[in-house]
Each structure stands twice: as structure tokens, then as C-alpha cells.
């Protein structure tokens, strides 16, 4: 089964509003992983927490992590057009670093 | 530096039919993944490699075979194609993690059509 299961499954909202994207969990975690997919391509690597980390900045875009929740959530602020794509995020169990667990996404769509 | 690259980027298989799928990475990285995507499930992992010569079974393990005789190369085989297996197909890379993880690099995905 899979680890991670974000919410919502689709988000649409105007340009230059925020887009925030949640993800849950199932089991203890190293670290945290989301990225982005533009339709019909790969994955890119956004931003990485770890397990002792609760927040984490990367340009327009922040990550906290709950770890008694089980819990995270990306924050997209002042969104753009470009910033349509699926967001996933991804899992490192503890124990299992060989092993990286994606959930089943979140669609967001920037309305211009 | 070409990253991790997918052959082919398509192909249509009939049912029964066997094929190999080829991911390639110039990174030297020790760890190689295989995932399949389907439309509302995300990512889930086939097989994957946590170094030359070695493979291990991920969440969808049935109906695919894998192998890494060199270390730049990670083949997904499929031995007899089924329509369930329709589906994009992404390799992902990473240097060794020790136990703190890194960052996955994804290949372009080869996009598979089993009649």
C-alpha cells in the first residue's frame, strides 16, 4: 500500500494566490520529500525536511512537517501560471533508506 | 551529463509479448529505482537496486523481472506484456543514501500500450 496520500486530490485557484497541499503518512520517516511533475514528464525534486526538521524554505515554496501527525504540508505562495503541475510527495521510512514511497499526488491548475 | 535517460520513450506491445526496458544514468549512482504510474495512483515502485548486481522487490512486483549487471544500467523486463500493464514507466537514481535519503533523479518515462 502506498505511504503517503496528499489532499486534495485537485486544487484550482487564481494566479498569485497561495496553493497549499497536504500530505499524511503511515509509518516513522527519515525525511520528506515532494516534487513536481509538468504533464507528461518526469519527476523534479522540489524540497527535502527531515525527520528532525519542522520547517523548510526554498524560494516561493515552504514545508512543514509534523512528525506526531504524521503529517506535512507545501505551501506555494504568490502561485504562477508555470506552477501547474502534479505535486507529490514521498516518503523514507525508517529502517528502509533504500526505499522511497510516493503518494498518489495533488493536481493543481492556476487559473491566469 | 545526461542524468538518467529512458529507452524507448514508446512502444505498443500486443498481449504476451515480452520486452526490456533500459534507464541509464552518468551520475555513478548506486541506488536505481523502477516505478509505474497510473492515472489516480500516483508513483508506485516496481523493483528497484541498491547497487551493481543486486535487486529487491518494491509494492508491484508481479509480472516484471529487473536486472543490474552494470552499474549505470537498470533493465525492467516484462516477459509475457498484459494489458494491465498499460501504463507510464519512470527510472529514478540516487547516490547511496545512508540512511538520511536524497534526491531522486527521474528519467523522462517511457509510455508502454499492451493490446
Known amino acids: 500500500s502506498q505511504q503517503g496520500e496528499e489532499d486534495p486530490q485537485a486544487l484550482s485557484i487564481q494566479e498569485g494566490e497561495n496553493a497549499t497541499m497536504n500530505c499524511s503518512y503511515k509509518t516513522s520517516i527519515n525525511n520528506l520529500q515532494w516534487y513536481r511533475q509538468n504533464s507528461g514528464r518526469g519527476l523534479v525534486h522540489l524540497i527535502l525536511?527531515?525527520?528532525?526538521?519542522r520547517e523548510k524554505h526554498s524560494g516561493r515554496l515552504r514545508v512543514t512537517l509534523d512528525t506526531s501527525k504524521k503529517s506535512s504540508s507545501l505551501l506555494i505562495t504568490a502561485s504562477r501560471a508555470a506552477d501547474t503541475a502534479s505535486y507529490f510527495c514521498?516518503?523514507?521510512?525508517?529502517?528502509?533508506?533504500?526505499?522511497?514511497?510516493f503518494g498518489k499526488g495533488t493536481r493543481l491548475h492556476i487559473l491566469p | 551529463n545526461a542524468g538518467v535517460t529512458q529507452t524507448p520513450k514508446f512502444r505498443v506491445l500486443k498481449t504476451g509479448q515480452s520486452m526490456t526496458l533500459l534507464c541509464a544514468q552518468d551520475m555513478n549512482h548506486e541506488y536505481m529505482y523502477w516505478y509505474r504510474q497510473d492515472p489516480g495512483m500516483g508513483l508506485r515502485l516496481i523493483h528497484y537496486?541498491?547497487?551493481?548486481?543486486?535487486?529487491a522487490k518494491g509494492e508491484v512486483p508481479d509480472g516484471y523481472n529487473v536486472s543490474r549487471l552494470k552499474k549505470q544500467n537498470f533493465l525492467l523486463g516484462l516477459e509475457s506484456a498484459a494489458p494491465s500493464q498499460t501504463s507510464v514507466y519512470f527510472c529514478a537514481s540516487i547516490s547511496r543514501p545512508r540512511g538520511r535519503g536524497e534526491t531522486q533523479y527521474f528519467g523522462p518515462g517511457t509510455r508502454l500500450l499492451v493490446l
Open positions: 537496486s541498491v547497487g551493481e548486481g543486486t535487486t
Open positions: 525536511i527531515r525527520s528532525n526538521e
Open positions: 514521498a516518503t523514507v521510512e525508517v529502517g528502509r533508506d533504500d526505499k522511497i514511497i
